[in-house]
């Protein structure tokens, strides 16, 4: 396995997975999202433009693509570019909050191949999860989870954000999963987006890493986390999986708008490589931009360098890091030997890195102000 991951560390000719947002567009406004979505930007690419990605990529021999956004299913055209990405033999797996997945598209999705659908949903009862992702979102998941078991989709997924109010919670979102014959796929929270905002308030505690780390050890073989806790390893043996940041290397994130980052987690100009619009496409960008080949030389330890758990560990998330402030060659935020949270009480309040756009819908008022006389 450290013979693979030195190799991916160098980069493959093709990213093995490839998020591409669709849009910033989104009928909610989760207080962790990622993209800061909400209001679709009117440069995002056109269906023509979408479609000579997929060429690009099918070239290039992707095997699948992971769509999101924003809700990738509020482009009038969603349909039109997944049913033309499997036809072109690349699978398409996507995120949705289950909005737009009635009994006619449920029948729909399911008549589709190499078709794989998340269903967001961070908390395994109401009350949890609308705090997060806004009142109503997790009837509105569960009516699309309940709508793709009657149409006869198949295995989907349930994704989780792993928070530090459903970390207790962890069994029930495996029931739900097992209920609906799903499989359940929990990822780390990192503080992108508006998720920069919140992070302190959501992100598990020193105590509930430990949780996590045995819950995923006890767990694992039928759990997906892509890759995002490599950072618990400090704690032990491995968790199932790569276990390595490959931004930039094997991972990177198109954005509605066609610029290319290193990960999907750390949209920000200095993670940006290029633009699929350029000359050379999407193509010229992973194989040849500054950034991605720079992210593929050998990486100093940096402040690691003398703790015996990065070999394990590999430092942690750059996002992770980027986003609270901290060096990229210093501890993750939440490393567990305690390194992370003595790191942050150094860091200049609001002097981390801000994300690059800021997609959030205005507040409207639902009543007039009142007028003080």
């Given at each position: ?5 030195d ?8 990213p093995?997975?490839?998020?591409w947002e ?7 406004q989760?207080?962790h ?15 023509d ?32 570019l ?11 797996k996507?995120?949705?909050n ?10 729909r ?7 794989d ?11 949890t999860?609308?705090?997060v992702r ?8 569960r ?9 006869g989709f ?8 792993v928070t530090?109010?459903?970390?207790p ?6 029931r739900?999963?097992?209920?609906y ?5 929990v ?20 105590g ?10 006890a767990?694992?073989e039928?759990?997906l986390t892509?890759?995002s806790?490599f ?8 968790l199932?999986g790569?276990?390595?940041c490959?931004?930039?290397r094997?991972v ?6 066609g610029d290319?980052?290193a990960c999907p987690?750390?949209i ?14 999407f193509?010229?960008v992973w194989k040849?931009?500054?950034l991605f080949?720079?992210l593929?030389e050998?990486?100093?330890a940096g402040?690691?360098?003398?703790c ?10 750059m ?5 609270t ?6 501890p ?6 305690g390194d992370?949270?003595?790191a942050?009480q150094?860091?200049i ?8 756009m800021?997609?959030?819908k205005p ?7 009142l007028?003080r006389r």
């Open positions: 396995m450290s013979a693979l991951v190799q991916l560390k160098r980069g493959l000719d093709a093995i997975c490839l998020t669709l849009t910033y567009a989104c009928n909610l989760c207080i999202c990622l993209s800061s979505s909400g209001q679709r930007d009117p440069r995002e690419l056109s269906t433009e979408a479609k000579r990605v997929i060429d690009e990529l099918r070239d290039l021999q992707v095997f699948y693509i992971n769509i999101g956004g924003g809700e990738p299913m509020v482009r009038r055209d969603f349909f039109e997944v049913e033309y990405s499997v036809g072109n033999g690349i699978g398409v996507f995120s949705t289950g909005a737009f997945i009635d009994t006619d598209k449920a029948r999705l399911a008549a589709m191949d190499y078709l659908i998340q269903i967001s949903l961070d908390g395994a009862d109401e009350a999860n609308d705090a806004g009142i109503g979102s997790y009837r509105m998941a009516t699309a989870m309940d709508n793709l078991a009657a149409a198949g295995p989907f997924k349930i994704s989780v954000v530090r109010q459903n970390v919670q962890l069994d029930d979102f495996k739900l999963a097992d209920s014959g799903a499989q359940l796929r990822t780390r929270l990192r503080p992108a987006g508006r998720g920069a905002d919140s992070w302190h308030e959501l992100h598990p505690t020193l509930q890493q430990r949780e996590i780390y045995d819950w995923l050890m767990n694992g039928n759990v892509g890759d806790f950072h618990l390893n400090a704690l032990g043996d491995p199932p790569l276990n390595m490959g931004a930039g094997v990177c994130l198109i954005d509605p708008i290319v980052y987690f750390v920000h100009d200095e993670f940006r490589a290029g633009n699929v619009r350029e000359a050379g496409g193509a010229k040849e931009s500054d080949v720079s593929r050998p990486q100093s402040a690691c360098a003398s015996g758990a990065f070999d394990a560990c590999q430092g942690g998330c996002a992770a890091k980027f986003f402030g901290l060096p990229l060659d210093g993750d935020p939440e490393c567990v030997g992370g949270e003595h942050l150094s860091v309040p609001g002097s981390a890195p801000k994300p690059a800021d997609h959030t507040v409207r008022l639902t009543a007039k102000p007028v």
